[in-house]
């Protein structure tokens, strides 16, 4: 019998170990990102375009090809941090924040696809000096979309790390994950007076909901408490993966909620036909695809669904599909295969 106490209190001991990884690892996900950054030889720059316009960068070493790094919306080119120091060793890095995002110029006059390629057009002529292997993930997916068919001298080849193709199109977006939990609460959060945190705002107005169902209250409650503890501290819950700490995380960041209500009303998209603009590209292509899903009342929980991603690939004149299984942050769940691909490709 005290042999089988040892063995149940061992099993108590290596269980709570691994909570307590567990937990440690939800807190700390990121810990590291920044030095690992620097060890890698990337320093943050500035650039003023000729209109004022300003896009902040951080830059890589010279170690091969020019490599554009084009990052998702509510994030920063610090996202990249998980394959920023494996692609140093092969590309010459830059990778930029987006127009509202990070460090870069916050002017809703710019939030438009067009606005936003010709900027990078410049940038690339003006920075970087040559044509670029190019990636975009997600709607920077989009964005390097219409900068390699409206600028095709200055792409050599291009990976599309899962884009909202064809979903964010008027007949779809509202059926769509990111659509209800992102674009909609920014909407109406900029279109009311009486919250002024957008964190409180979309804690309480989430479609996350949808998938946690009554046990978001305990959820919320924790978050708003976490708030009121530390008001100043980027959101983060013990108890949820870092897939979700790093979405609650995007909440904090230096971001302008009114490029997102240009995803709400469609207008970032003026003048910038998805599947016509595909068929113009020249640029050989690969487009990650993660995976995806709906739910039973038919909304897509992903940036597209296999019709969406296959039909990207038909209509790229040189364009080939992989599929990763992945959460939409590739690049920051699953690295090594993100980076195997880049690698592949462009070298």
Do not use: C
């Not at 042999?3 to 996900?29: D, E, K, P, S």
């Not at 600028?151 to 990111?178: H, K, Q, Y």
């Not at 409180?200 to 919320?220: C, K, N, P, V």
Request: glycine share 8%; aromatic share 12%.
């Amino acid at each position: 019998m005290r042999g089988v106490w040892i063995g149940v209190g061992i099993t108590v001991v290596l269980l709570l170990a691994a909570l307590g990884v567990w937990f440690w690892n939800n807190m700390n996900y990121d810990r590291g990102d920044a030095e690992a950054i620097r060890e890698a030889g990337f320093v943050e720059k500035q650039h003023e375009l000729q209109d004022g316009t300003v896009l902040n960068y951080g830059e890589g070493p010279d170690s091969g090809p020019p490599l554009l790094l084009i990052h998702g919306q509510q994030s920063a080119w610090q996202s990249y941090a998980t394959v920023l120091p494996q692609l140093a060793e092969h590309f010459h890095v830059f990778a930029v924040d987006k127009h509202g995002h990070g460090e870069s110029s916050k002017d809703p006059a710019k939030y438009r696809a067009a606005a936003m390629g010709s900027d990078l057009a410049a940038f690339i002529e003006e920075v970087i000096g040559e044509p670029v292997m190019l990636s975009g993930h997600s709607s920077g997916g989009l964005l390097s979309v219409w900068l390699s068919a409206n600028a095709p001298e200055l792409v050599r080849r291009m990976v599309l790390e899962d884009p909202p193709l064809f979903s964010t199109e008027p007949d779809r977006r509202e059926a769509t994950f990111a659509w209800q939990d992102s674009f909609r609460n920014i909407h109406n959060f900029l279109n009311q007076d009486e919250e002024t945190s957008y964190r409180r705002w979309y804690l309480e107005h989430t479609a996350l909901q949808r998938m946690f169902g009554d046990s978001w209250d305990g959820i919320r409650n924790y978050a708003n408490s976490y708030i009121d503890r530390n008001p100043d501290r980027v959101l983060r819950v013990f108890f949820l993966p870092p897939s979700l700490n790093r979405a609650f995380a995007l909440l904090d960041g230096p971001y302008d909620l009114r490029f997102g209500d240009t995803f709400y009303d469609g207008s970032w998209f003026a003048g910038f036909d998805q599947a016509e603009t595909l068929s113009r590209v020249q640029a050989p292509t690969v487009v990650i695809h993660a995976n995806w899903q709906y739910d039973d009342d038919g909304l897509l929980l992903a940036a597209m669904d296999g019709d969406d991603a296959a039909r990207a690939v038909s209509l790229l004149p040189a364009g080939r599909l992989v599929n990763i299984d992945s959460g939409h942050g590739v690049h920051a769940e699953k690295p090594d295969e993100f980076v195997e691909v880049l690698l592949e490709h462009f070298l």
